[in-house]
């Protein structure tokens, strides 16, 4: 039971323009959603996170957004960098338990092109 | 430098050798957790602690057991492993709440 998913295996952009990473998630006690980029060889780096009492969460060229409704959330990365080429996974925790666990989407390799 | 620190980065054994990982945090976070990845299964949870002398199992904790003696520390125990442990784990720590964990780079087991 995958509670978090994130359909793209990979993406490929072109230098300066959007990336659009997309992530769906099915449980309804989730409220807290995060970004990590990945590098190989090394851990995954946290990028941007946003909570359940917003829709909208920018830092610098990154920006996610989260649909309660649909239970989806994107992030958004302009302008994309040949930097930026990395595997990127959405992670998601409910609040208030004894458990802060991080729930992982697969990942999605994001390549830019220069 | 804020960081986690895992040891060793990289370990080849024999099935049932005893084996520590270790990891350290010097960011004075109450919460760390252990994590496998393993391929099409993306990242899983082994054993979580909220602070010392309090852990519980995650996802997947059989054949595992941690510690939490001193808040930077909290080891990952493989008492007899075994080939089905090969993975890449992952430590991180955190504040309590809403807060973004940070991971270490991470220590590839190979269990022959």
């Known amino acids: 039971d995958q509670q978090v998913k994130q359909n793209s295996p990979s993406l490929s952009v072109q230098e300066g323009r959007i990336s659009i990473l997309n992530c769906d998630y099915t449980n309804s006690m989730f409220d807290y959603f995060l970004w990590y980029k990945k590098y190989p060889a090394e851990g995954p780096t946290f990028l941007i996170s946003?909570?359940?009492?917003?829709d909208k969460n920018e830092d610098g060229r990154f920006t996610v957004f989260l649909n309660k409704s649909a239970k989806h959330l994107s992030l958004h990365i302009v302008p994309s960098q040949p930097g930026d080429s990395a595997v990127y996974f959405c992670a998601a925790s409910g609040r208030g338990g004894s458990n802060y666990k991080l729930t992982f989407g697969k990942g999605t390799l994001l390549t830019v092109n220069p | 430098e804020a960081q986690v620190t895992q040891n060793p980065r990289y370990l080849i054994t024999v099935t049932g050798k005893k084996l520590t990982v270790t990891c350290s945090q010097n960011m004075n976070h109450e919460y760390m957790s252990w994590y496998r990845q393993d391929p099409g299964l993306g990242l899983r949870q082994i054993y979580y602690s909220m602070n010392v002398e309090v852990t519980d199992k995650g996802d997947v904790p059989e054949g595992y057991k941690v510690s939490r003696k001193e808040k930077r520390n909290f080891p990952l125990i493989l008492e007899s492993p075994s080939p089905n442990q090969t993975s890449l784990y992952f430590c991180?720590?955190?504040?309590?709440?809403?807060?973004?964990?940070?991971f270490g780079d991470g220590t590839r087991l190979s269990i022959l």
């Open positions: 991180a720590s955190s504040f309590l709440g809403d807060q973004p964990q940070h």
């Open positions: 946003i909570s359940s009492i917003k």
